[in-house]
């Protein structure tokens, strides 16, 4: 926490978030593994998937505990009274990395770090990534004592949960298994060059978009991951053209391409939005700032900012910023 010895490799992690081969535990095992050189404080670490249950009350789902306390979170869910419920559905409800001892309301964190004290847990670091479908992905780590310092990377750290949140709805999509070529919009070299690419990816600037975001994820990829990870992250972004993970897939000749899969997250159609400010809007609504939806969409700031402002229009409101207060469309 705070200054480290050494800079985190989070690209690392971002490659494991994108291999979805296999179970969700055994994606979310592979995934914390990869976190072990900078989310671990030697205390062990710890994630799982949850939704938003009809009550307003999250449920955890897959858990996974690694070298931290007996302490089960899907039992403390279960047991959690309705007022907890509610303060731990609004944490749940957007992007957030830092720890439990910032959250509000102080009950909230109260109920989850209590049962953990008699082990010598004081604190608990979390990154949490939500999807629009009302369900997410939620990591991190056991704290023997609260660092003095607050994260000198949490920007980062939010822009991993955004991942963590594609990689997870990727896997489901894929149903744990390789991309196929029917799955891929299109199909690229390592360098960014098309080798096959379907009606999806037929327009020049849906392919030059995918060019872009392949040859940004090699240069994330690159000396940068170590010298400067903050800058690594900002690279690889979530969505390329708003619609496509890049994915890994060996050949059988062993050579590496680079597979583009839909992958935009389901939304209820708004009939007066276009589809791209529909999406706009669903993130902007979690809570999202606007340069943490131009990283998950791909796009320019200025595009998200200008699509928030239209859409608002066509709605009849006065801002973009009604959209927090007013019930989806």
Known sequence: MGARVRKADFVRTIEAVYDVQGSLRDWLTSVLESTRDWLDAGAGIWGCSWTMTASGAPRFDEFLNLGGPPVSLPELGEAMPPEIGRMAAQVLRVDFAGLNSEVDPPACREYFITPLRPFGITDLDLINGRDVAGRGICIGSYLFRTPRHRRDDAGALTRLARHLVAGSRLRERLGGRAPTDADAAAILTPMGRIEHATAAAAKADTRAALREAVLAMARARGAERRTDPDRAVRRWRVLADARFSLIDRFESDGRRVVVACENAASTRAAPRLTEREHQVV????????????????GIADATVRVLLSRAAHRLGLASARAFRSTPEE
């Open 282 to 297: 669903a993130l902007y609504r979690l809570g999202a700032h606007p340069k943490l939806i131009a990283y998950e969409l």
